[in-house]
């Protein structure tokens, strides 16, 4: 080969290489057609993307995009809306028909739902006694039955009133693949999920991001509008929201209350806010010491100054939390009263001295990762010195206080919650069902019953005396003490359109949101 032709050669395998290069560092399809891709920032990587045995915000956030409900609750219209499910009918008081959507794809190829896939999801969290969803326990359920290829049925041992609003949605109504499932196993199918919602699992990097595609045979002709979610771990939510601000990343979670008002006036940024369905709470498990002890537990409600927590850590974005129900539950009544939004230090220490304890006592106050919750954990320290209670703050990293929460011991948790139905069974459950996620340690046969019962009756007049009755019993038991409502905040891109928040914290759903 000659000189010259050596020359051009070089010039066109240079020239190919360069603009090969920028294809495949530019993130664009064939022939140069941009993806269009959302940069998602959370707080923390998730433990599993098997809904079935995880917990935590941000499995539940890839959760909700990677699986299909059968119901999804408008919150917007407030109303219950069809999805995995195009119709329910209650045969009788403890046993439902749920007719399912035909023709709807699971991901990777792995065939249609049927009711198959259904049954086998519930049974399974049944029959392995997995807490993720309350319904199985709360609901009373008996067995599920697959009738047809389409229809399946729902046999309880009581009735349950609010069924369909609390069961079929959420956890207990998102849909696997039973192939997948059993040809991956659980541990696999962990980190490899299949489900049929919007967005299919493409890529975990641990200690960086996972990465899901666009599902092209979604059952839902024309969603979802973006090609890729790419879900990157930043725990520093300061580094989250200068990524937010500088464009690295097109949507956060967790934004922190103090940042609010800049990211509010920043161009290219938009904020949205609600009112959350959610609590700031402590939680006791002792029950041998101090914490057993219902005057000591009343006292410690009693001495929480619930507007300085709104001040101080939510830069007042939230509500003093003074009762089980947040506003705008159903059946919430406003009448019943106990611990204010104000400290009452001397009925606090009056408690505390007929519970034994004249001069206080020293123990531990425990959080996870959130940047409010921590916040939160000094404050209340802080407030509870004034009664001599002595708290000392101990921070884990999220794995690790996963694991000690819900251990009897000695020690306060301090924690948060979103419901994602506005039924009051939904959150009365949650926090007092004996053997639910949140109880730790707690467990009264009788509450279990009243619960039940409110459950269960159909007449509405019977359900708000039933609830006020048994707000009244859970604020004198004082197992929980609530502290505050806070409003739920997304930030994101000035170019992202089709995002809409709702009262549920749980709810990071990007179906219908669009990169501008």
């Known amino acids: 080969m000659s000189r010259l032709n050596k020359k051009y050669f070089s010039f066109y395998f240079l020239t190919v290489c360069f603009f090969a290069l920028i294809i495949v560092f530019s993130g664009t399809s064939s022939f140069g057609q941009s993806k269009k891709t959302l940069n998602v920032a959370i707080f923390e990587e998730p433990n599993s993307l098997n809904f079935m045995e995880q917990a935590g915000l941000p499995a539940t956030w890839l959760d909700w995009n990677i699986y299909d409900q059968l119901v999804r609750y408008d919150y917007k219209n407030n109303k219950l809306v069809p999805e995995l499910a195009l119709s329910w009918e209650q045969e009788s008081p403890t046993s439902w028909l749920i007719t399912l959507r035909p023709g709807v794809q699971f991901h990777r190829g792995y065939g249609e739902m049927t009711a198959e896939d259904v049954a086998f999801g519930v049974n399974y969290i049944r029959e392995n006694k997995q807490r993720v ?89 024309g969603f979802p509008l973006l090609d890729i979610v790419k879900w990157r771990f930043v725990p520093d939510p300061t580094v989250r929201m200068n990524l937010l601000t500088v464009g690295e990343v097109d949507f956060v979670d967790n ?93 606090a220490k009056k408690l505390l001295a007929e519970a034994g304890y004249p001069n206080g006592f020293s123990s531990k106050i425990i959080t996870g990762s959130k940047e409010e919750l921590r916040r939160t954990v000094l404050v209340v320290s802080n407030q509870l010195k004034k009664v001599g209670i002595n708290l000392k703050p101990q921070f884990m990293d999220q794995a690790a206080y996963g694991k000690i929460f819900r251990i009897p011991d000695d020690f306060v948790d301090l924690e948060d919650i979103t419901i994602m139905s506005p039924d009051p069974d939904t959150a009365i459950h949650w926090f007092w069902r004996t053997g639910s996620v949140l109880t730790r340690t707690y467990s009264n046969p009788e509450i279990d019953n009243m619960i039940l019962d409110a459950a269960g009756f159909v007449d509405a007049e019977k359900r708000r005396v039933a609830y006020s009755k048994l707000q009244q019993v859970l604020l004198d038991e004082a197992w929980f003490s609530y502290l505050a409502h806070a409003e739920l905040v997304r930030a994101m891109g000035s170019n992202i359109s089709g995002y809409e928040i709702t009262p549920s914290d749980m709810d990071i759903y990007f179906k219908r949101t669009n990169v501008e």
């Open 255 to 347: 934004v922190p209350y103090k940042d609010i008002d800049n990211l509010k006036s920043k161009s290219n940024v938009k904020v949205q806010t609600i009112p959350g369905w959610n609590w700031v709470y402590i939680s006791f498990g002792d029950v041998v010491g101090p914490f057993s002890k219902t005057k000591v537990r009343q006292a410690i409600s009693y001495a929480i100054d619930r507007k300085g927590i709104v001040d101080s850590v939510f830069f007042g974005h939230a509500i003093p939390a003074e009762k089980p129900l947040p506003p705008g539950f159903l059946y919430e009544d406003s009448n019943i009263t106990k611990y204010s939004a104000d400290a009452d230090l001397d009925t």
């Open 133 to 221: 969803s309350f319904l199985y326990s709360a609901a009373q359920l008996a067995k599920v039955e697959v009738v047809d290829t389409y229809k399946v049925r729902y046999k309880l041992n009581r009735p349950f009133t609010p069924f369909v609003l609390t069961a079929l949605q959420g956890f207990g109504g998102l849909v696997l693949s039973k192939k997948a499932f059993e040809e991956l196993g659980p541990k696999e199918f962990a980190r490899n999920p299949v489900g049929t919602g919007p967005f299919e699992f493409l890529e975990w990097v641990s200690g960086d991001h996972i990465t899901l595609k666009k599902h092209e045979n979604y059952w839902d002709s």
